[in-house]
């Protein structure tokens, strides 16, 4: 159980274009799901916490208007990249906190969007 | 603020051995979770473990356990009999009592097994 599906594993676009990246909940709903960023060989970074019905929590120094994040639904966040530029390509991998809730309950992660800007 | 120090950036262990990888915390929270996730080439996070700040006990699952000292703030991650699919890369991570739900993670340690 706990299943969190990410699409697409890899994108590569051109710098001006958007991505958008689909995270889903297989078998659980998640009110809140959250988007991280990794860099080669660094730590994850919380860039925003996604909310059900509404707006996302974006971290200090994370442009709300370059990563639009939307969750229209309690199985299904999506984050945009907006007008990407090579600076945004990273690892992006989103997650949710599983359905046993409870301050232990683990976050479960999707597989991740590596995201190549040319 | 929460922070998760891992100060070993990459390990080495011989196959069957144990090996230790450190994680320091710091938090104001008064309640408060820290977990382990294993993270492969491929990308993905596994989680491990998991040790509240007031369990009794320091939490087990397996070959993995957690020395787990709260007076020093440390929790640290023990992998016994290693096995080649050990190699990967190591993240602690916390979630405090107050505010976010997500959770906060250390640098990681890259951890490779040796035949």
């Known amino acids: 159980g706990a299943v969190v599906s990410q699409h697409p594993s890899w994108v590569i676009c051109k710098s001006g274009t958007s991505v958008k990246i689909e995270c889903r909940s297989l078998d659980f709903q998640a009110t809140t799901m959250f988007w991280y960023r990794q860099f080669p060989k660094q730590s994850l970074m919380l860039m925003a916490t996604s909310n059900e019905g509404s707006k996302a929590t974006y971290e200090q120094g994370v442009e709300k208007d370059k990563f639009l994040i939307n969750h229209a639904s309690l199985t299904l966040s999506t984050l945009t990249v907006t007008s990407a530029h090579p600076e945004d390509s990273s690892f992006y991998i989103c997650s949710a906190r599983g359905p046993e809730g409870g301050r232990n309950s683990p976050l479960h992660f999707g597989n991740g969007t590596r995201l190549t800007v040319t | 603020a929460q922070k998760i120090t891992q100060t070993q950036p990459g390990m080495f262990v011989q196959e069957k051995e144990a090996v230790t990888l450190d994680c320091t915390y710091d938090?104001?929270?008064?309640?408060?979770?820290l977990f382990w996730y294993k993270q492969p080439s491929s990308g993905e996070m596994i989680f491990l473990i998991y040790q509240g700040s007031y369990d009794q006990q320091n939490a087990t699952e397996g070959r993995y356990s957690l020395n787990f000292q709260k007076a020093r703030k440390s929790a640290n991650l023990v992998i016994s009999a290693s096995q080649l699919g050990d190699s990967a890369m190591y993240f602690c991570a916390m979630r405090g009592s107050t505010g976010r739900r997500a959770l906060t993670f250390g640098s990681g340690t890259r951890l490779q097994v040796q035949p």
């Open positions: 938090t104001s929270d008064p309640s408060y979770g």
